[in-house]
């Protein structure tokens, strides 16, 4: 029973805190505890029982004999009575060897009732201690979701961000691209207005060729 309550002392005394912040991963430690801890209790629970039922086991045998040390005392009294004092006598030894074990028995039972009580509170502050662990692991499990969904946020900000710098480089592109076009336009433009120009020249070329041959035939030099 010592090296049960000593196990039990140690895990309810353990700095479930402290143990946290060492651990690299205060999920999986909390755990292994609590594993630990409900390996613990079973054996505690198996213990309290088999102790509470040797204690019932003492006081009926207290009792028992006791009950039997009175009935002896009764006889004893009863002969005493009739003036048979070796049949008292003898009610007395019987007796006294009652009342002899109903005391040691009692003794038992006292001493296995303090180890119940030991046991019973071992056995309250280990449940206590467990609802402590499971509490803490819930509280870990939510922060560790949470902070896996915080990454995600950042890495989605992240992209996004990346996005927006690629879209940036598109616009740059589109602008650069945009310029190439209204030049090329331009130059198109100056090349339709040379060549309007030139069809002019041949126009009017054409046009004084024809006054030409017109003033020639008036002045008959044809």
Do not use: C
């Amino acid at each position: 029973m010592a090296s049960l309550l000593k196990r039990i002392r140690d895990l309810v005394s353990a700095n479930l805190n402290a143990m946290l912040d060492k651990a690299e991963d205060p999920e999986k430690m909390v755990n292994e505890y609590l594993r630990q801890m409900q390996d613990q209790l079973y054996e505690t629970r198996t213990a309290v029982a088999a102790a509470m039922a040797d204690e019932n086991k003492l006081h009926r045998l207290w009792t028992s004999n006791q009950a039997m040390a009175d009935e002896w005392e009764s006889k004893a009294t009863a002969a005493l009575q009739a003036e048979k004092e070796d049949l008292a006598k003898q009610a007395l030894i019987r007796r006294r060897g009652y009342l002899q074990l109903a005391e040691s028995y009692q003794k038992q039972y006292e001493s296995q009732d303090q180890q119940v009580e030991e046991l019973r509170d071992a056995l309250a502050k280990l449940e206590a201690k467990i609802a402590e662990a499971k509490a803490r692991r819930e509280l870990i499990i939510a922060k560790k979701h949470q902070a896996e969904t915080q990454e995600a946020i950042v890495a989605t900000v992240r992209t996004l961000g990346d996005s927006t710098t690629a879209f940036e480089g598109l616009g740059r592109m589109e602008e650069k691209v945009n310029d190439r076009l209204a030049q090329a336009q331009a130059m198109a433009e100056l090349e339709g207005g040379a060549l309007e120009i030139q069809m002019e020249d041949v126009e009017a070329d054409t046009a004084a060729e024809a006054d030409l041959a017109e003033l020639k035939k008036k002045l008959g030099m044809e």
